[in-house]
C-alpha cells in the first residue's frame, strides 16, 4: 500500500462490506496493517461522552502489540460544506487525543462520501484539491484490483442485499414443503452423531451442498443442542463438537462400538462413512477429558476458545445460513438468523450481528440463543477472538 486509496480500497475488503455511517480505524506497524475496527459513528455528543467515544475506540486498537501508528476513515453521506470544518471532525479530534495519549499518532483521517473522498486533515490544495477524489479511485486502487484478482469480494451492508441467487442446479428453498416434526427417537445418540458427521462433512468442503443434505441441515437446526455442535464443528471441527455434547450431557450415554450402528438419514453420509468419521472422533478424545471439552465447547459459543477458529469453516457455515434464512419456516429462519448473528458478532461486527439478531427475533419472539446473544452484543462484549490479531478474522485471508 503506497497511497490513501490503497488503504481505503483494502477496507470493504476486510470487512466485507462498504462501511455505512462509520468509523475505521485501523493500525499500521512493522509494515504491515494491523487491527481494523469499525464502529457508528456517534451523534453529536458531549465532550466527556465523545472522549469514553474515543477511549473505547481506543481499547480495541491497543490489542495491537505492533501498532506504532493510526489512520481514520469517516464513511458518512453528510455533505463538507467548509474546507475547515469537515462532518465529524470533533469525533476525529477526539481520537486524536486518544490515540496520542497511547503513543500511537494518527497519520491522517479521510472523510469517504457518496461521490468523493478526501482527507480530514489538510487544507492544501496542491495535495488535496477541493472537493476531493472520486470515489471510483479507490475501487479502481491497485490493491483494490490486486484483491479482486485475488478472488476478494465486498457486499453492501444490508444483510438482504447480499443473499444473492440460489446456486446453479439447487432447488429454491422457498419452494420447499414443510418439514414434518421428528419424533423425539430421532434425536437418540446415533441419530445425532450421524447429523454431525453430515454437517463435519459439509463444513469441510468449499462446494454448496446439494438440496437434500440441505433439508437435512435445516431440520437439525430444530435441535438447540445439534445447532450449538454444528457452530462448534465450524468453529474447531467435528471431533470437539461431539466431545463437547458428550460431555456436556445432551446425548444420552454413548455406548462403547455404537457408531457402527448409525442411521443413513436422508442427505447424509452413508452408514459406514459416517461411522468411521465418529469412530475417528471417539479414539481421539481431547486433552483434559471430559471437563476440558465441556469448558472448550462453551468457549466456542462466547467467541473465546483457547484456539483459533478455523475461520474457513465458519465462512461456510455463514453461506448456509444464508440459503436458509430464505425458508418459509420460522423454526428454521430463526436459528439461521440467530447463527448469522453469532457469526458476526465471532467476527466483531457488532452492528451487523444486531441486526440478524433482532430479524430472528422478529421471526420467532422469545427464541432463547436470540436473546441472550443480543443480550450480550447490545451490551457491547466483544468477542474474545476478535480482540486479538492472531485469533481475529480476516475476510481475505491471505490476500491481506
Known amino acids: 500500500m503506497r497511497e490513501p486509496d490503497d488503504l481505503l480500497g483494502y477496507i470493504p475488503h476486510a470487512l466485507g462490506e462498504w462501511p455505512e455511517e462509520s468509523l475505521v480505524a485501523v493500525t499500521v506497524g512493522a509494515g504491515s496493517v494491523g487491527v481494523s475496527v469499525r464502529v457508528d459513528l456517534p451523534g453529536p455528543l458531549e465532550q466527556a461522552a465523545l472522549a469514553r467515544f474515543a477511549e473505547t475506540v481506543c481499547s480495541h486498537l491497543a490489542s495491537d502489540p505492533l501498532a506504532d501508528s493510526a489512520v481514520l476513515a469517516v464513511y458518512s453521506a453528510a455533505e463538507w460544506r467548509k474546507l475547515d470544518d469537515p462532518p465529524h471532525g470533533e469525533t476525529v479530534t477526539a481520537l486524536q487525543l486518544a490515540l496520542g495519549d497511547l503513543g500511537i499518532p494518527v497519520l491522517d483521517a479521510w472523510l469517504v462520501g457518496e461521490r468523493t473522498w478526501r482527507s480530514m486533515l489538510c487544507e492544501r490544495a496542491e495535495c488535496c484539491p477541493w472537493p476531493g477524489q472520486p470515489i471510483e479511485s479507490i475501487t479502481a486502487s491497485r490493491v483494490g484490483a490486486e484483491l479482486v484478482y485475488r478472488g476478494s469480494s465486498f457486499g453492501p451492508g444490508a444483510p438482504s442485499e447480499r443473499l444473492g441467487a440460489s446456486p446453479e442446479g439447487l432447488e429454491s428453498p422457498s419452494r420447499w414443503g414443510r418439514l414434518e416434526d421428528c419424533p423425539d427417537a430421532w434425536w437418540d445418540p446415533c441419530t445425532f452423531s450421524a447429523a454431525l458427521a453430515a454437517w463435519d462433512e459439509t463444513l469441510s468442503t468449499g462446494r454448496m451442498p446439494h438440496h437434500e443434505r440441505l433439508r437435512l441441515l435445516a431440520a437439525s437446526l430444530l435441535r438447540p443442542a445439534l445447532r450449538d455442535a454444528a457452530v462448534v464443528a465450524a468453529a474447531l471441527g467435528g471431533a470437539s463438537a ?119 427475533l422478529s421471526t420467532a419472539p422469545g427464541y432463547r440463543f436470540a436473546d441472550l446473544l443480543s443480550r450480550v452484543v447490545d451490551g457491547g462484549e466483544v468477542a474474545g477472538w476478535a480482540r486479538s490479531p492472531e485469533t481475529a478474522w480476516r475476510r481475505i485471508g491471505e490476500a491481506a
Do not use: H, T, Y
Request: hydrophobic share 45%; with cysteine; aromatic share 8%.
Open 242 to 360: 461431539w466431545q463437547g455434547s458428550r460431555a456436556i450431557g445432551v446425548l444420552d450415554p454413548w455406548p462403547a462400538g455404537s457408531c457402527g450402528n448409525l442411521p443413513a438419514l436422508a442427505g447424509g453420509l452413508g452408514a459406514a462413512e459416517a461411522g468411521q468419521r465418529v469412530r475417528g472422533w471417539e479414539e481421539r478424545p481431547e486433552p483434559g477429558g471430559d471437563v476440558d471439552a465441556a469448558l472448550e465447547f462453551g468457549a466456542v459459543i462466547l467467541g473465546r476458545a483457547r484456539n483459533r477458529p478455523q475461520w474457513e469453516r465458519i465462512d461456510r457455515l455463514e453461506r448456509i445460513m444464508r440459503v436458509l434464512v430464505e425458508r418459509e419456516e420460522p423454526e428454521i429462519r430463526a436459528p439461521a438468523l440467530a447463527v448469522l448473528g453469532w457469526i458476526f458478532w465471532a467476527r466483531g461486527r457488532g452492528s451487523k450481528a444486531s441486526g440478524f439478531l433482532r430479524r430472528a
